[in-house]
């Protein structure tokens, strides 16, 4: 499978679930994408970015609600490596960010959580989502990837 990259000046942000394929193995297709995604950023082929939210979230879903957990040393490990990384690029968000978050759950129909995603987006600078949810296509500033699709 051939993924599609976009350059921009910006870093794609990965959401929590091309996060979490990455790990697991039940779904061989979806894992060797994500993983094929995220090493490409190792490589520093290309520069990727991440929320404090998605790493909170890959944490919980890694550990506490897929079939086999991840090790909390392998969590703690594989967050520090993104965090230490320049290649990755950790977002963080403010109050605005939550307010403006409220504002877009309503107006384009989206859980409070994917519009905090798009707001520290948007805070942050970045258009460009790799993620296989696509109500994220909703919000008329983001461009969704789904590196699932060839």
Same mark, same amino acid.
């Given at each position: 499978?051939?993924?599609?990259?976009?350059?921009?000046?910006?870093?794609?942000?990965?959401?929590?679930?091309?996060?979490?394929?990455?790990f697991?193995?039940?779904?061989?297709?979806?894992?060797?994408?994500? $993983?094929?995604?995220? =090493?490409?950023?190792?490589?520093?082929?290309?520069?990727? /970015?991440?929320?404090?939210? %998605?790493?909170? #979230?890959?944490?919980?879903?890694?550990?506490?609600?897929?079939?086999?957990?991840?090790?909390?040393?392998?969590?703690?490990?594989?967050?520090?490596?993104?965090?230490?990384?320049?290649?990755?690029?950790?977002?963080?968000?403010?109050s605005?960010?939550?307010?403006?978050?409220?504002?877009? $759950?309503?107006?384009? =129909?989206?859980?409070?959580?994917?519009?905090?995603?798009? /707001?520290?987006?948007?805070? %942050?600078?970045? #258009?460009?989502?790799?993620s296989?949810?696509?109500?994220?296509?909703?919000?008329?500033?983001?461009?969704?990837?789904?590196?699932?699709?060839?």
């Amino acid at each position: 499978m051939s993924e599609r990259i976009y350059m921009t000046e910006s870093p794609g942000l990965v959401d929590t679930n091309i996060l979490c394929y990455a790990f697991d193995n039940r779904d061989t297709r979806k894992q060797k994408a994500a $993983s094929g995604l995220l =090493s490409r950023c190792w490589q520093s082929e290309i520069s990727l /970015a991440v929320s404090i939210q %998605n790493l909170a #979230e890959f944490s919980v879903v890694m550990t506490e609600k897929i079939e086999n957990p991840v090790s909390n040393e392998v969590i703690t490990r594989f967050i520090r490596d993104i965090s230490l990384f320049e290649g990755w690029k950790v977002l963080c968000y403010d109050s605005e960010s939550i307010i403006d978050a409220v504002n877009i $759950s309503s107006k384009y =129909s989206l859980h409070f959580w994917d519009s905090l995603l798009a /707001a520290t987006m948007k805070f %942050n600078g970045l #258009e460009l989502i790799y993620s296989e949810d696509s109500h994220f296509k909703r919000v008329p500033w983001l461009t969704v990837i789904n590196p699932f699709i060839s």
